[in-house]
């Protein structure tokens, strides 16, 4: 049994040589697997939520299954798996769309930031846990709250919390074959007042997923309108209410959306397809930041960038978006920024981009715009 910080070569995706790619709730995991016997050569393993690839790529000798909602973790789980000379084909990748239809062994839940994505999953998982199935869920103690237990016994049956290690816990579950009620209540609408009622369709991962986040309704109420926009980014689109906007008051640009996440990107395609029917074109993407833009080809990008990783805190992908979105824009294109006016982003888009002037503001947000000279 491979213990992850001795056996294996493991980095984040992006890369932070600051921070490890695994946490204790991973190393705690295998250990339990390996003391109870729990590994058999046929095992079928089936892990969810990962954030690095870690446990994937210490069990790839049994072909597992991963499946995130993130791009930015499918891509680490590629880099490990090729850091430890292990074939791409030894773990098969699900986006948090799809599941594997076949019979699986042992199902491993690491703890989501978002208690819906859990929920939704757990409905999912309903079909997939047989008599012979072990089921586990492991994370930080400090990411598991009573809220995280009810829905496991709301939904899976009983649920047994072995002892700390290194702060971290093991939930060992055990489905209870009577209850089959209730059913995954995601996606979700709530309806928007812009002038106009729009529903906005939410997957369960989706950011602000039950009421428009008082940032986006800033930016939405100063989108710039210019017929000198042909392509408008909305990078980071969650459920693309800002770039729907966009292209309402700019019909004649072209659309792209952008998301690390699966369930950000579907939402986003429901939603301008409902708003425009066929009438209009768009592309969507799910990539991490730009990566995927030709430098000088779009003249706005949109952004209300994230201020976390799953459960990590920090700016390096709000820094990587403004990086991004200079490289991309056309000589004189815009980049329109909400963010938390105690997050100072004025003084790091003025680094990258030479300047940046609020356009609004209200007690706890501001929008700012840089300009590419
Ligand atoms: C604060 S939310 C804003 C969502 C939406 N624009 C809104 O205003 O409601 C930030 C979004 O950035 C996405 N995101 C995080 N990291 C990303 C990355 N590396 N590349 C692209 N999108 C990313 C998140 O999934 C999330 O949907």
Redo the contacts with the bound molecule.
């Keep these: 049994m491979p213990l992850i910080d001795h056996a294996l070569k493991l980095e984040r995706f992006?890369k932070d040589p600051n921070l490890q790619a695994w946490d204790a709730a991973d190393q705690y995991l295998l250990r339990y697997l390996d003391e109870n016997q729990l590994l058999k050569p046929d095992t079928r393993i089936l892990t969810l939520n990962e954030s690095f690839g870690a446990l994937s790529v210490a069990l790839a000798n049994y072909q597992p299954a991963m499946t995130s909602d993130s791009?930015?973790s499918c891509r680490a789980l590629l880099h490990n798996l090729n850091l430890n000379k292990i074939s791409a084909d030894q773990v098969s990748f699900y986006d948090s769309l799809s599941m594997p239809k076949y019979d699986i062994d042992l199902i491993v839940i690491k703890i989501p930031k978002s208690l819906a994505l859990l929920e939704h999953q757990l409905y999912q998982l309903r079909s997939l846990i047989k008599k012979k199935t072990t089921v586990i869920a492991a994370g930080m103690s400090r990411h598991i709250h009573n809220s995280t237990l009810a829905l496991f016994e709301k939904i899976i049956g009983f649920t047994k919390t072995t002892l700390a290690w290194k702060k971290s816990r093991l939930i060992l579950l055990e489905r209870d074959f009577d209850n089959n009620k209730g059913q995954s209540p995601y996606p979700d609408e709530f309806v928007v007042d812009i002038g106009q009622d729009f529903t906005i369709s939410n997957h369960a991962s989706?950011?602000?997923r039950d009421r428009l986040?008082v940032?986006?309704r800033l930016?939405l109420e100063n989108m710039p309108a210019s017929d000198q926009y042909h392509d408008i980014v909305?990078?980071?689109?969650?459920?693309?209410?800002?770039g729907i906007i966009a292209a309402l008051v700019n019909s004649q640009a072209r659309s792209h959306f952008?998301?690390?996440?699966y369930m950000?990107v579907d939402s986003a395609k429901t939603n301008f397809k409902s708003a425009f029917g066929g009438g209009r074109r768009a592309e969507f993407s799910v990539?991490?930041?730009l990566t995927d833009f030709e430098s000088d080809s779009v003249d706005l990008v949109?952004?209300?960038?994230?201020?976390h990783?799953q459960h990590n805190v920090g700016d390096a992908?709000a820094w990587?978006?403004f990086v991004d979105a200079r490289r991309v824009l056309r000589k004189g294109g815009e980049l329109i920024v909400?963010g938390n006016r105690h997050l100072a982003y004025h003084a790091k888009l003025k680094k990258i981009f030479g300047n940046s002037q609020q356009i609004a503001s209200n007690g706890k947000f501001v929008v700012l715009q840089s300009i590419k000279k």
């Design positions: 992006p791009y930015l989706v950011f602000s986040d940032g986006t930016l909305d990078l980071g689109c969650g459920n693309g209410l800002l952008v998301d690390e996440s950000a990539s991490n930041c949109l952004n209300n960038p994230p201020f990783q992908i990587q978006m909400v």
